[in-house]
């Protein structure tokens, strides 16, 4: 189990060892949903970034910036 704290920013940090696990990167996008008090993060595959149209993007919450 991490522990992290949440910035005044509303920035969450996840911890380095989870990020090399997962194999997280600067600039990756996730989905974020909250259900039943638990926020749950998915990584949004660099592919399926790709193929997302902008009313889907905005659907799921991403930003132009996260789009390459």
Same mark, same amino acid.
């Given at each position: 189990? &991490?522990? =992290?704290k949440m910035?005044?920013k509303?920035?969450v940090v996840?911890?380095? #060892? $989870?990020r090399?696990t $997962? %194999? $997280?990167?600067e600039?990756?996008?996730? =989905?974020i949903v909250?259900e #039943?008090?638990?926020?749950l $993060? /998915? ?5 399926? /970034? &790709?193929q997302?149209t902008?009313v889907r #993007?905005?659907?799921?919450?991403m #930003? %132009?910036?996260?789009i390459?």
């Amino acid at each position: 189990m &991490h522990i =992290t704290k949440m910035s005044s920013k509303g920035q969450v940090v996840i911890p380095q #060892q $989870l990020r090399e696990t $997962l %194999r $997280l990167q600067e600039g990756d996008a996730f =989905t974020i949903v909250a259900e #039943q008090g638990i926020i749950l $993060l /998915r990584k949004i595959p660099s592919v399926e /970034r &790709h193929q997302q149209t902008p009313v889907r #993007q905005k659907e799921i919450g991403m #930003q %132009r910036n996260y789009i390459q």
